[in-house]
Protein backbone atom coordinates (compact mmCIF):
# COMPACT_ATOMS: atom_id res chain seq x y z
CA UNK A 1 0.00 0.00 0.00
CA UNK A 2 1.51 3.29 -1.27
CA UNK A 3 -0.67 4.69 2.35
CA UNK A 4 1.76 2.44 4.83
CA UNK A 5 4.70 3.57 2.98
CA UNK A 6 3.80 6.86 3.35
CA UNK A 7 3.10 6.65 6.92
CA UNK A 8 6.54 5.06 7.72
CA UNK A 9 8.50 7.93 5.72
CA UNK A 10 6.25 10.61 7.25
CA UNK A 11 6.83 9.37 10.87
CA UNK A 12 10.73 9.11 10.40
CA UNK A 13 10.41 12.66 8.86
CA UNK A 14 8.69 13.93 11.71
CA UNK A 15 10.86 11.94 14.56
CA UNK A 16 12.37 14.63 16.40
CA UNK A 17 9.51 16.29 17.11
CA UNK A 18 10.23 20.20 17.85
CA UNK A 19 7.83 21.54 20.26
CA UNK A 20 5.33 24.53 18.92
CA UNK A 21 2.59 25.12 20.63
CA UNK A 22 0.18 22.41 20.67
CA UNK A 23 -0.43 18.73 20.96
CA UNK A 24 0.82 15.81 17.99
CA UNK A 25 -2.69 13.60 16.92
CA UNK A 26 -2.54 10.57 15.62
CA UNK A 27 -4.96 8.35 13.97
CA UNK A 28 -3.50 4.29 13.59
CA UNK A 29 -5.44 2.01 11.64
CA UNK A 30 -8.76 3.86 12.48
CA UNK A 31 -11.69 2.07 10.78
CA UNK A 32 -15.76 3.24 11.95
CA UNK A 33 -18.74 1.45 11.55
CA UNK A 34 -22.46 2.88 11.75
CA UNK A 35 -23.97 -0.52 12.31
CA UNK A 36 -22.84 -2.78 9.82
CA UNK A 37 -22.11 -0.39 7.47
CA UNK A 38 -18.45 0.53 7.36
CA UNK A 39 -17.44 3.88 7.00
CA UNK A 40 -13.92 4.41 7.18
CA UNK A 41 -10.87 1.72 6.92
CA UNK A 42 -7.54 2.09 7.95
CA UNK A 43 -6.97 5.40 8.00
CA UNK A 44 -3.50 6.51 9.37
CA UNK A 45 -2.22 10.10 9.80
CA UNK A 46 -0.39 12.58 11.91
CA UNK A 47 -1.37 16.01 12.61
CA UNK A 48 1.60 18.03 14.06
CA UNK A 49 1.62 20.83 16.50
CA UNK A 50 2.31 24.05 14.12
CA UNK A 51 0.92 22.39 11.23
CA UNK A 52 -3.10 22.71 9.67
CA UNK A 53 -4.08 19.80 8.29
CA UNK A 54 -7.03 19.32 5.97
CA UNK A 55 -9.18 16.77 5.59
CA UNK A 56 -10.91 16.72 1.73
CA UNK A 57 -12.52 14.61 -0.54
CA UNK A 58 -16.47 14.35 -1.73
CA UNK A 59 -18.82 13.96 0.62
CA UNK A 60 -19.78 10.55 2.17
CA UNK A 61 -16.28 9.68 2.34
CA UNK A 62 -15.93 9.51 5.91
CA UNK A 63 -13.39 13.24 6.85
CA UNK A 64 -16.36 14.33 9.17
CA UNK A 65 -16.51 10.85 10.87
CA UNK A 66 -12.81 10.78 11.27
CA UNK A 67 -12.71 14.01 12.66
CA UNK A 68 -15.06 13.11 14.96
CA UNK A 69 -13.14 10.40 15.90
CA UNK A 70 -10.08 12.48 16.76
CA UNK A 71 -12.50 13.81 19.94
CA UNK A 72 -14.72 11.06 20.73
CA UNK A 73 -17.67 12.75 19.57
CA UNK A 74 -18.12 9.62 17.23
CA UNK A 75 -19.37 7.35 20.23
CA UNK A 76 -22.72 10.10 20.40
CA UNK A 77 -24.22 7.85 17.86
CA UNK A 78 -25.56 5.20 19.30
CA UNK A 79 -24.82 2.77 16.89
CA UNK A 80 -21.26 4.16 15.65
CA UNK A 81 -17.94 1.95 16.47
CA UNK A 82 -14.70 1.97 15.75
CA UNK A 83 -11.04 0.14 15.22
CA UNK A 84 -7.92 1.88 15.79
CA UNK A 85 -6.35 4.21 18.39
CA UNK A 86 -5.94 7.68 18.49
CA UNK A 87 -2.91 9.04 19.95
CA UNK A 88 -2.85 12.38 22.01
CA UNK A 89 0.68 13.17 22.74
CA UNK A 90 0.95 9.02 22.69
CA UNK A 91 -1.66 8.51 24.92
CA UNK A 92 -4.33 6.03 23.25
CA UNK A 93 -7.38 8.77 23.86
CA UNK A 94 -9.75 5.76 23.48
CA UNK A 95 -7.74 4.29 26.38
CA UNK A 96 -8.48 4.96 30.45
CA UNK A 97 -4.99 7.10 30.25
CA UNK A 98 -7.43 9.85 30.20
CA UNK A 99 -10.80 11.14 31.20
CA UNK A 100 -13.07 11.63 28.12
CA UNK A 101 -14.18 15.22 29.42
CA UNK A 102 -10.20 16.37 29.63
CA UNK A 103 -10.15 14.19 26.14
CA UNK A 104 -12.48 16.69 24.91
CA UNK A 105 -10.80 19.75 26.22
CA UNK A 106 -7.60 19.33 25.49
CA UNK A 107 -9.11 18.60 21.86
CA UNK A 108 -11.53 20.91 21.10
CA UNK A 109 -14.04 21.04 17.91
CA UNK A 110 -15.97 23.80 16.09
CA UNK A 111 -18.81 22.58 14.23
CA UNK A 112 -20.37 23.05 10.85
CA UNK A 113 -23.16 24.83 12.17
CA UNK A 114 -22.49 27.20 14.45
CA UNK A 115 -23.54 26.41 17.60
CA UNK A 116 -23.37 28.90 20.43
CA UNK A 117 -25.33 28.91 23.37
CA UNK A 118 -28.17 31.40 22.33
CA UNK A 119 -29.82 32.15 25.39
CA UNK A 120 -26.34 33.27 26.88
CA UNK A 121 -24.54 36.41 26.67
CA UNK A 122 -21.27 36.71 24.23
CA UNK A 123 -18.98 36.77 27.40
CA UNK A 124 -20.94 34.00 28.81
CA UNK A 125 -20.43 31.50 26.01
CA UNK A 126 -16.48 32.14 25.83
CA UNK A 127 -16.54 30.93 29.44
CA UNK A 128 -19.45 28.50 28.73
CA UNK A 129 -16.52 25.87 28.14
CA UNK A 130 -14.41 27.02 32.14
CA UNK A 131 -18.28 26.48 33.82
CA UNK A 132 -18.60 23.43 31.55
CA UNK A 133 -15.65 21.89 32.71
CA UNK A 134 -15.89 23.26 36.38
CA UNK A 135 -12.90 25.04 36.46
CA UNK A 136 -12.73 28.88 38.16
CA UNK A 137 -11.97 32.07 36.06
CA UNK A 138 -9.45 33.73 37.91
CA UNK A 139 -9.77 36.47 35.52
CA UNK A 140 -13.03 36.91 33.45
CA UNK A 141 -12.80 39.62 31.51
CA UNK A 142 -9.32 38.80 30.43
CA UNK A 143 -10.09 35.34 29.39
CA UNK A 144 -12.66 36.78 27.52
CA UNK A 145 -10.93 39.56 25.78
CA UNK A 146 -7.64 37.38 24.79
CA UNK A 147 -10.47 34.48 23.80
CA UNK A 148 -12.34 36.72 21.05
CA UNK A 149 -9.58 38.50 20.37
CA UNK A 150 -7.29 35.58 19.00
CA UNK A 151 -10.53 34.09 17.20
CA UNK A 152 -10.74 38.20 15.99
CA UNK A 153 -13.77 38.70 16.72
CA UNK A 154 -13.35 41.41 19.97
CA UNK A 155 -13.28 44.86 17.70
CA UNK A 156 -16.75 43.87 16.91
CA UNK A 157 -18.44 42.71 20.13
CA UNK A 158 -16.39 44.54 22.92
CA UNK A 159 -19.09 46.55 23.45
CA UNK A 160 -21.94 44.23 23.46
CA UNK A 161 -20.38 41.27 25.61
CA UNK A 162 -23.55 41.09 27.48
CA UNK A 163 -25.85 40.54 24.38
CA UNK A 164 -27.30 37.42 23.75
CA UNK A 165 -25.13 35.49 21.54
CA UNK A 166 -27.94 34.33 19.49
CA UNK A 167 -28.13 38.29 18.08
CA UNK A 168 -24.99 37.83 16.15
CA UNK A 169 -24.72 36.66 12.81
CA UNK A 170 -23.57 33.03 11.21
CA UNK A 171 -20.03 34.17 10.85
CA UNK A 172 -19.82 35.90 14.03
CA UNK A 173 -21.10 33.13 15.94
CA UNK A 174 -18.50 30.91 14.29
CA UNK A 175 -15.80 33.07 15.19
CA UNK A 176 -17.44 32.80 19.02
CA UNK A 177 -17.19 29.14 18.93
CA UNK A 178 -14.11 29.51 18.18
CA UNK A 179 -13.32 31.55 20.45
CA UNK A 180 -15.50 29.38 23.01
CA UNK A 181 -12.66 26.47 22.31
CA UNK A 182 -9.78 29.04 22.28
CA UNK A 183 -10.75 29.31 26.17
CA UNK A 184 -9.99 26.41 27.77
CA UNK A 185 -7.04 26.30 26.03
CA UNK A 186 -6.96 23.00 23.90
CA UNK A 187 -4.00 21.19 22.16
CA UNK A 188 -6.06 20.75 19.29
CA UNK A 189 -8.45 22.27 17.58
CA UNK A 190 -10.80 20.41 15.18
CA UNK A 191 -12.82 22.34 12.29
CA UNK A 192 -15.69 20.39 10.82
CA UNK A 193 -16.66 22.57 7.60
CA UNK A 194 -16.30 25.68 9.63
CA UNK A 195 -17.24 28.05 6.73
CA UNK A 196 -19.80 26.11 4.75
CA UNK A 197 -22.46 28.03 5.98
CA UNK A 198 -20.73 31.16 5.91
CA UNK A 199 -20.65 34.12 3.29
CA UNK A 200 -17.01 34.61 1.45
CA UNK A 201 -16.51 37.54 4.12
CA UNK A 202 -17.13 35.74 6.96
CA UNK A 203 -15.01 32.67 5.55
CA UNK A 204 -12.19 35.07 4.72
CA UNK A 205 -11.92 35.78 8.57
CA UNK A 206 -11.97 32.46 9.63
CA UNK A 207 -8.78 31.44 7.21
CA UNK A 208 -7.35 34.71 8.87
CA UNK A 209 -8.13 33.50 12.33
CA UNK A 210 -6.59 29.74 11.47
CA UNK A 211 -3.40 30.87 9.97
CA UNK A 212 -3.08 33.65 13.18
CA UNK A 213 -3.79 30.43 15.32
CA UNK A 214 -1.42 28.30 13.41
CA UNK A 215 1.75 28.56 15.59
CA UNK A 216 -0.51 28.46 18.64
CA UNK A 217 -1.89 25.04 18.81
CA UNK A 218 -2.70 21.77 16.25
CA UNK A 219 -5.49 22.35 13.46
CA UNK A 220 -7.20 19.86 11.53
CA UNK A 221 -9.93 21.35 9.10
CA UNK A 222 -12.52 19.25 7.07
CA UNK A 223 -13.18 21.00 4.12
CA UNK A 224 -14.71 21.18 0.66
CA UNK A 225 -13.27 24.15 -0.57
CA UNK A 226 -10.38 23.38 -2.09
CA UNK A 227 -9.14 27.23 -2.66
CA UNK A 228 -9.40 26.86 0.91
CA UNK A 229 -7.42 23.68 1.83
CA UNK A 230 -4.30 25.25 -0.10
CA UNK A 231 -5.01 28.91 1.95
CA UNK A 232 -4.86 27.74 4.48
CA UNK A 233 -3.38 24.16 5.10
CA UNK A 234 0.24 22.61 5.03
CA UNK A 235 -0.59 18.62 5.60
CA UNK A 236 -3.38 17.44 3.43
CA UNK A 237 -5.42 14.27 3.47
CA UNK A 238 -7.49 13.31 0.71
CA UNK A 239 -10.21 10.60 1.68
CA UNK A 240 -12.32 9.07 -1.23
CA UNK A 241 -15.04 6.18 -0.86
CA UNK A 242 -15.79 3.98 -4.07
CA UNK A 243 -19.41 3.00 -4.16
CA UNK A 244 -20.54 0.37 -1.58
CA UNK A 245 -16.94 0.43 -0.13
CA UNK A 246 -15.55 2.51 3.02
CA UNK A 247 -13.75 5.45 2.51
CA UNK A 248 -9.85 5.41 2.59
CA UNK A 249 -6.97 7.71 3.02
CA UNK A 250 -6.13 7.66 -1.42
CA UNK A 251 -2.83 10.12 -0.77
CA UNK A 252 -1.98 12.50 2.22
CA UNK A 253 1.90 14.91 2.03
CA UNK A 254 2.30 18.42 1.83
CA UNK A 255 -0.42 20.56 0.83
CA UNK A 256 1.77 21.96 -2.07
CA UNK A 257 2.14 18.31 -3.20
CA UNK A 258 -1.14 16.83 -3.27
CA UNK A 259 -2.70 20.02 -4.96
CA UNK A 260 0.96 20.35 -7.53
CA UNK A 261 1.86 16.90 -8.58
CA UNK A 262 -0.09 14.37 -6.47
CA UNK A 263 0.53 10.83 -7.17
CA UNK A 264 -2.83 9.13 -7.75
CA UNK A 265 -4.92 10.43 -10.86
CA UNK A 266 -7.93 10.11 -8.69
CA UNK A 267 -6.19 13.08 -6.41
CA UNK A 268 -5.54 14.91 -9.68
CA UNK A 269 -8.85 14.76 -10.51
CA UNK A 270 -10.53 15.56 -7.72
CA UNK A 271 -8.41 18.58 -6.59
CA UNK A 272 -8.76 20.02 -9.95
CA UNK A 273 -12.48 19.72 -9.66
CA UNK A 274 -12.85 16.72 -12.68
CA UNK A 275 -15.16 15.06 -10.11
CA UNK A 276 -16.80 15.18 -6.48
CA UNK B 1 -60.61 42.22 7.94
CA UNK B 2 -56.94 41.39 9.33
CA UNK B 3 -57.90 37.86 10.60
CA UNK B 4 -59.03 37.17 7.08
CA UNK B 5 -56.68 38.75 5.37
CA UNK B 6 -53.46 36.34 7.69
CA UNK B 7 -55.76 33.53 6.90
CA UNK B 8 -55.86 34.24 3.04
CA UNK B 9 -52.03 34.43 3.55
CA UNK B 10 -51.50 30.92 5.42
CA UNK B 11 -53.14 29.11 2.89
CA UNK B 12 -52.01 30.48 -0.17
CA UNK B 13 -48.51 29.64 0.95
CA UNK B 14 -49.50 26.20 2.21
CA UNK B 15 -50.98 25.64 -1.02
CA UNK B 16 -48.65 27.44 -3.72
CA UNK B 17 -51.78 28.89 -5.05
CA UNK B 18 -53.54 32.12 -5.41
CA UNK B 19 -55.25 34.71 -7.87
CA UNK B 20 -53.04 36.12 -10.68
CA UNK B 21 -51.53 39.59 -9.69
CA UNK B 22 -53.93 42.40 -9.82
CA UNK B 23 -52.96 46.09 -10.76
CA UNK B 24 -53.06 48.34 -7.42
CA UNK B 25 -53.44 51.80 -8.55
CA UNK B 26 -53.57 53.48 -5.34
CA UNK B 27 -50.06 53.71 -3.64
CA UNK B 28 -49.29 51.98 -0.36
CA UNK B 29 -49.14 47.99 0.08
CA UNK B 30 -51.83 46.03 -1.38
CA UNK B 31 -54.29 43.31 -0.21
CA UNK B 32 -53.33 39.59 -0.08
CA UNK B 33 -55.96 37.35 -1.19
CA UNK B 34 -56.21 33.88 -2.10
CA UNK B 35 -59.50 31.78 -3.16
CA UNK B 36 -59.41 28.16 -0.55
CA UNK B 37 -60.19 25.38 -2.02
CA UNK B 38 -63.27 23.43 -1.25
CA UNK B 39 -61.20 20.81 1.53
CA UNK B 40 -59.22 24.09 2.73
CA UNK B 41 -62.84 25.80 3.46
CA UNK B 42 -64.85 22.48 5.15
CA UNK B 43 -61.38 21.67 7.27
CA UNK B 44 -61.88 25.34 8.29
CA UNK B 45 -65.04 25.16 9.67
CA UNK B 46 -64.46 21.95 11.12
CA UNK B 47 -61.19 23.13 13.18
CA UNK B 48 -63.16 26.45 14.37
CA UNK B 49 -66.25 24.85 14.59
CA UNK B 50 -64.08 22.44 17.49
CA UNK B 51 -62.14 25.52 19.20
CA UNK B 52 -65.51 27.64 19.19
CA UNK B 53 -67.57 24.39 21.13
CA UNK B 54 -64.43 24.13 23.56
CA UNK B 55 -64.59 27.73 24.25
CA UNK B 56 -68.26 27.92 24.91
CA UNK B 57 -68.41 24.58 26.97
CA UNK B 58 -65.97 26.58 29.84
CA UNK B 59 -68.16 29.67 29.62
CA UNK B 60 -71.79 27.73 29.89
CA UNK B 61 -70.10 26.00 32.70
CA UNK B 62 -68.54 29.35 34.17
CA UNK B 63 -72.29 30.90 33.87
CA UNK B 64 -74.20 27.81 35.22
CA UNK B 65 -71.77 27.98 38.47
CA UNK B 66 -71.99 31.57 38.95
CA UNK B 67 -76.05 31.09 38.66
CA UNK B 68 -76.59 28.07 40.67
CA UNK B 69 -74.02 29.95 43.67
CA UNK B 70 -75.99 33.21 43.17
CA UNK B 71 -78.27 32.43 46.20
CA UNK B 72 -75.19 31.32 48.70
CA UNK B 73 -73.12 34.33 47.74
CA UNK B 74 -76.29 36.67 48.31
CA UNK B 75 -76.44 34.82 52.14
CA UNK B 76 -73.01 34.48 52.81
CA UNK B 77 -72.00 37.83 51.47
CA UNK B 78 -67.99 38.53 51.37
CA UNK B 79 -67.75 36.39 54.65
CA UNK B 80 -67.65 33.22 51.79
CA UNK B 81 -64.12 33.95 51.83
CA UNK B 82 -63.02 34.18 54.97
CA UNK B 83 -65.56 31.78 57.08
CA UNK B 84 -63.62 28.52 57.97
CA UNK B 85 -67.11 26.93 58.94
CA UNK B 86 -69.28 24.96 56.60
CA UNK B 87 -73.25 25.29 58.46
CA UNK B 88 -74.87 26.04 55.06
CA UNK B 89 -78.34 23.97 56.10
CA UNK B 90 -78.48 25.35 59.48
CA UNK B 91 -81.08 27.75 61.24
CA UNK B 92 -78.32 30.10 60.87
CA UNK B 93 -76.13 29.43 57.73
CA UNK B 94 -72.59 30.02 58.36
CA UNK B 95 -70.03 28.76 55.60
CA UNK B 96 -67.15 29.93 53.28
CA UNK B 97 -64.57 28.33 51.47
CA UNK B 98 -61.53 29.79 53.64
CA UNK B 99 -60.67 26.34 54.83
CA UNK B 100 -61.77 24.27 51.68
CA UNK B 101 -59.35 26.75 49.70
CA UNK B 102 -56.40 26.68 52.58
CA UNK B 103 -56.08 22.69 52.40
CA UNK B 104 -56.41 23.25 48.59
CA UNK B 105 -53.45 25.57 48.10
CA UNK B 106 -51.50 23.27 51.24
CA UNK B 107 -51.73 19.92 48.93
CA UNK B 108 -51.08 21.75 46.20
CA UNK B 109 -48.33 23.44 47.43
CA UNK B 110 -46.90 20.10 48.81
CA UNK B 111 -47.82 18.13 45.25
CA UNK B 112 -46.18 20.09 43.46
CA UNK B 113 -42.77 20.58 45.94
CA UNK B 114 -42.89 17.09 45.25
CA UNK B 115 -43.54 16.70 42.00
CA UNK B 116 -41.67 18.96 39.96
CA UNK B 117 -38.19 17.98 40.85
CA UNK B 118 -38.78 14.47 40.95
CA UNK B 119 -40.62 14.88 37.13
CA UNK B 120 -37.17 16.30 36.05
CA UNK B 121 -34.81 13.96 37.29
CA UNK B 122 -36.94 11.11 36.33
CA UNK B 123 -36.81 13.06 32.58
CA UNK B 124 -33.70 13.81 32.65
CA UNK B 125 -32.48 9.74 33.92
CA UNK B 126 -34.73 8.75 30.79
CA UNK B 127 -33.40 11.25 28.39
CA UNK B 128 -29.81 10.88 29.10
CA UNK B 129 -28.52 8.55 31.66
CA UNK B 130 -30.82 5.34 30.92
CA UNK B 131 -29.50 2.26 28.82
CA UNK B 132 -30.69 3.41 24.97
CA UNK B 133 -32.43 -0.32 25.41
CA UNK B 134 -34.46 0.60 28.58
CA UNK B 135 -35.96 4.27 27.41
CA UNK B 136 -38.60 3.32 25.28
CA UNK B 137 -39.67 1.24 27.51
CA UNK B 138 -39.13 3.76 30.53
CA UNK B 139 -41.31 6.56 28.28
CA UNK B 140 -43.83 3.73 28.15
CA UNK B 141 -44.25 3.33 31.63
CA UNK B 142 -44.25 6.61 32.91
CA UNK B 143 -46.89 7.45 29.93
CA UNK B 144 -49.15 4.59 31.49
CA UNK B 145 -48.51 5.55 34.95
CA UNK B 146 -50.34 8.68 33.91
CA UNK B 147 -53.42 6.55 32.71
CA UNK B 148 -53.91 4.50 35.86
CA UNK B 149 -57.22 5.88 37.93
CA UNK B 150 -56.47 8.14 40.38
CA UNK B 151 -58.59 5.80 43.06
CA UNK B 152 -55.98 3.34 42.78
CA UNK B 153 -52.86 6.24 43.89
CA UNK B 154 -55.25 7.02 46.64
CA UNK B 155 -55.88 3.05 47.47
CA UNK B 156 -52.14 2.92 47.91
CA UNK B 157 -51.28 5.78 49.60
CA UNK B 158 -53.92 5.32 52.27
CA UNK B 159 -52.86 1.78 53.06
CA UNK B 160 -49.25 1.39 52.24
CA UNK B 161 -47.68 5.05 52.07
CA UNK B 162 -49.30 6.74 54.88
CA UNK B 163 -49.04 3.91 57.59
CA UNK B 164 -45.39 3.80 56.41
CA UNK B 165 -44.55 7.17 56.72
CA UNK B 166 -46.49 7.29 60.07
CA UNK B 167 -43.36 6.62 62.25
CA UNK B 168 -41.10 9.25 60.23
CA UNK B 169 -43.90 11.55 60.63
CA UNK B 170 -43.61 11.00 64.07
CA UNK B 171 -40.44 11.32 64.59
CA UNK B 172 -39.93 14.45 62.63
CA UNK B 173 -42.84 16.10 64.89
CA UNK B 174 -41.03 15.09 67.82
CA UNK B 175 -37.76 17.01 66.34
CA UNK B 176 -38.79 20.09 65.02
CA UNK B 177 -42.02 20.61 66.36
CA UNK B 178 -40.57 22.38 69.54
CA UNK B 179 -38.88 25.49 67.02
CA UNK B 180 -40.97 24.94 63.90
CA UNK B 181 -44.74 26.20 64.57
CA UNK B 182 -45.98 24.34 61.45
CA UNK B 183 -44.24 20.96 62.47
CA UNK B 184 -46.11 20.49 65.49
CA UNK B 185 -48.48 18.07 65.71
CA UNK B 186 -51.05 16.11 68.49
CA UNK B 187 -51.75 12.73 66.07
CA UNK B 188 -50.11 12.57 62.42
CA UNK B 189 -51.61 10.37 59.55
CA UNK B 190 -54.56 11.67 57.41
CA UNK B 191 -53.04 14.98 57.27
CA UNK B 192 -53.10 17.80 54.55
CA UNK B 193 -49.03 17.03 53.68
CA UNK B 194 -49.72 13.37 53.76
CA UNK B 195 -52.87 14.53 50.97
CA UNK B 196 -50.65 16.80 49.17
CA UNK B 197 -47.80 13.53 49.00
CA UNK B 198 -50.13 11.47 47.62
CA UNK B 199 -51.72 14.19 45.23
CA UNK B 200 -48.02 14.30 44.04
CA UNK B 201 -47.77 10.67 42.74
CA UNK B 202 -50.65 11.18 40.20
CA UNK B 203 -49.35 14.41 38.96
CA UNK B 204 -45.82 12.84 38.82
CA UNK B 205 -46.48 11.09 35.95
CA UNK B 206 -48.01 12.99 33.11
CA UNK B 207 -45.81 16.05 34.57
CA UNK B 208 -42.63 13.81 33.96
CA UNK B 209 -43.94 12.81 30.27
CA UNK B 210 -44.21 16.52 29.08
CA UNK B 211 -41.08 17.32 30.17
CA UNK B 212 -39.33 14.64 28.96
CA UNK B 213 -40.61 15.06 25.73
CA UNK B 214 -40.04 19.06 25.43
CA UNK B 215 -36.21 18.19 26.90
CA UNK B 216 -35.67 15.37 24.02
CA UNK B 217 -36.28 18.62 21.67
CA UNK B 218 -33.01 19.96 23.04
CA UNK B 219 -30.97 20.70 19.92
CA UNK B 220 -28.50 18.00 19.67
CA UNK B 221 -25.97 20.19 18.29
CA UNK B 222 -25.63 22.49 20.99
CA UNK B 223 -25.54 19.55 23.46
CA UNK B 224 -22.27 18.47 20.98
CA UNK B 225 -21.13 21.59 21.73
CA UNK B 226 -21.70 21.50 25.61
CA UNK B 227 -19.62 18.12 25.55
CA UNK B 228 -16.77 18.94 23.11
CA UNK B 229 -15.86 21.85 25.46
CA UNK B 230 -14.84 19.46 27.72
CA UNK B 231 -18.16 19.54 29.33
CA UNK B 232 -19.20 16.59 31.62
CA UNK B 233 -23.11 15.04 30.73
CA UNK B 234 -24.41 17.04 33.73
CA UNK B 235 -22.46 20.45 32.56
CA UNK B 236 -24.80 20.05 29.26
CA UNK B 237 -27.72 19.15 30.78
CA UNK B 238 -27.48 22.28 33.12
CA UNK B 239 -26.08 24.69 30.27
CA UNK B 240 -28.38 23.15 27.19
CA UNK B 241 -31.12 20.80 27.89
CA UNK B 242 -32.58 22.58 31.26
CA UNK B 243 -32.60 26.14 29.77
CA UNK B 244 -34.01 24.90 26.69
CA UNK B 245 -36.49 23.05 28.54
CA UNK B 246 -37.87 25.71 30.84
CA UNK B 247 -41.01 26.37 29.09
CA UNK B 248 -41.49 22.83 29.12
CA UNK B 249 -41.55 22.25 32.64
CA UNK B 250 -43.07 25.39 33.27
CA UNK B 251 -45.76 24.07 30.92
CA UNK B 252 -45.56 20.45 32.88
CA UNK B 253 -45.53 21.93 35.95
CA UNK B 254 -48.97 23.42 35.13
CA UNK B 255 -50.78 20.78 34.01
CA UNK B 256 -49.89 18.82 37.01
CA UNK B 257 -51.00 21.49 39.22
CA UNK B 258 -54.57 21.40 37.58
CA UNK B 259 -54.81 18.25 38.04
CA UNK B 260 -53.64 18.75 42.03
CA UNK B 261 -55.82 21.45 42.21
CA UNK B 262 -58.66 19.42 41.27
CA UNK B 263 -58.32 15.88 42.83
CA UNK B 264 -61.25 14.69 44.83
CA UNK B 265 -60.74 11.25 45.89
CA UNK B 266 -56.68 11.36 47.68
CA UNK B 267 -58.20 14.02 49.77
CA UNK B 268 -61.39 12.39 50.77
CA UNK B 269 -59.81 9.24 51.14
CA UNK B 270 -56.71 10.56 53.18
CA UNK B 271 -58.39 13.48 55.16
CA UNK B 272 -59.58 13.38 58.20
CA UNK B 273 -62.54 15.99 57.37
CA UNK B 274 -62.24 19.29 59.06
CA UNK B 275 -63.37 22.26 58.38
CA UNK B 276 -60.54 24.57 59.47
CA UNK B 277 -57.81 26.29 58.76
CA UNK B 278 -54.10 24.03 60.22
CA UNK B 279 -51.21 25.84 59.65
CA UNK B 280 -49.18 22.71 61.48
CA UNK B 281 -49.57 20.53 58.30
CA UNK B 282 -48.83 17.62 59.47
CA UNK B 283 -51.54 17.57 61.61
CA UNK B 284 -54.49 15.06 61.14
CA UNK B 285 -57.80 17.11 60.00
CA UNK B 286 -58.31 19.02 56.95
CA UNK B 287 -59.97 19.77 53.72
CA UNK B 288 -59.68 20.88 50.11
CA UNK B 289 -62.51 22.18 47.72
CA UNK B 290 -62.50 19.06 45.83
CA UNK B 291 -63.01 16.75 48.55
CA UNK B 292 -65.26 18.99 50.60
CA UNK B 293 -67.74 19.13 47.71
CA UNK B 294 -67.47 15.17 47.46
CA UNK B 295 -68.21 15.03 51.18
CA UNK B 296 -71.06 17.65 51.37
CA UNK B 297 -72.61 16.89 48.25
CA UNK B 298 -75.28 13.79 49.33
CA UNK B 299 -76.44 16.09 52.40
CA UNK B 300 -76.68 19.04 50.89
CA UNK B 301 -79.76 20.24 51.13
CA UNK B 302 -81.04 23.85 48.67
CA UNK B 303 -78.66 26.19 50.43
CA UNK B 304 -76.03 23.64 50.68
CA UNK B 305 -76.11 22.81 46.89
CA UNK B 306 -75.81 26.41 46.10
CA UNK B 307 -73.10 26.84 48.66
CA UNK B 308 -70.83 23.92 47.28
CA UNK B 309 -71.53 25.76 43.56
CA UNK B 310 -69.91 28.96 44.79
CA UNK B 311 -66.98 26.45 46.23
CA UNK B 312 -66.91 24.93 42.67
CA UNK B 313 -67.05 28.20 41.27
CA UNK B 314 -64.17 29.51 43.54
CA UNK B 315 -61.79 26.68 42.73
CA UNK B 316 -62.68 27.37 38.65
CA UNK B 317 -61.70 30.91 38.83
CA UNK B 318 -58.44 29.76 40.67
CA UNK B 319 -57.27 27.35 38.41
CA UNK B 320 -58.59 30.03 35.63
CA UNK B 321 -56.16 32.43 37.02
CA UNK B 322 -52.95 30.41 37.71
CA UNK B 323 -53.36 28.77 34.15
CA UNK B 324 -53.28 32.04 32.77
CA UNK B 325 -50.63 33.57 35.00
CA UNK B 326 -48.50 30.71 33.71
CA UNK B 327 -49.13 31.33 30.04
CA UNK B 328 -47.23 34.86 30.98
CA UNK B 329 -44.67 33.51 33.19
CA UNK B 330 -43.90 30.88 29.84
CA UNK B 331 -44.62 33.74 27.44
CA UNK B 332 -42.21 35.41 29.61
CA UNK B 333 -39.47 32.71 29.39
CA UNK B 334 -39.85 32.03 25.88
CA UNK B 335 -39.08 36.00 24.95
CA UNK B 336 -35.99 35.98 27.51
Redesign the interface.
Known sequence: MTETTAEVTAVEEFAPVVEPAGGTLRGVGVSAWFGARKVLENVDIDMRAGVVTALIGPSGCGKSTFLRIL?R?HE?V?IATLAGSVLLDGDDIYGTALPI??????I??V?Q?P?????MTIGDNVL??L????RKVPNREQLIEESLRRAGLWNEVRNRLGAPAGGLSGGQQQRL?IA??LA?RPDVLLMDEPCSALDPTSTRRIEETILELKDQLTIVIVTHNMQQAQRVSQHCAFFLAAEDEPGRVVEQGDTDFIFGSPKDPRTADYVNGRFG | MEAKDSEGQTGLAALGLGEAPEETPEEGPRRIEARLSPSDRLYRVVASGGAGITLLIIVLIGIFLFLEALPAFQTAGFGFFTTQRWDPDAATPEFGVAAMMFGTAVTAVVAMLVTVPLAIATAVFINEYAP?AARAALTSLVDLMAAIPSLIFALWGLFFLVPWLQPIEGWLVEQLGGTLPFMRAIATGSSLFNAGLVVALMCIPITTSIIREVLSQA?R??C?????????RW??IT??IL??GRTGIIGGAMLGLGRALGETIAATLILNIRFEIKPQILETGGITVASGIAVEFFDAQKLGLSALMAAGLSLFVVTIVINLLAAVVVERAKA?
Open positions: NMLPTEIRRRGMFKNPFPAAGKLTGCRSV | RPHEEGALALGGTGMTVPFA
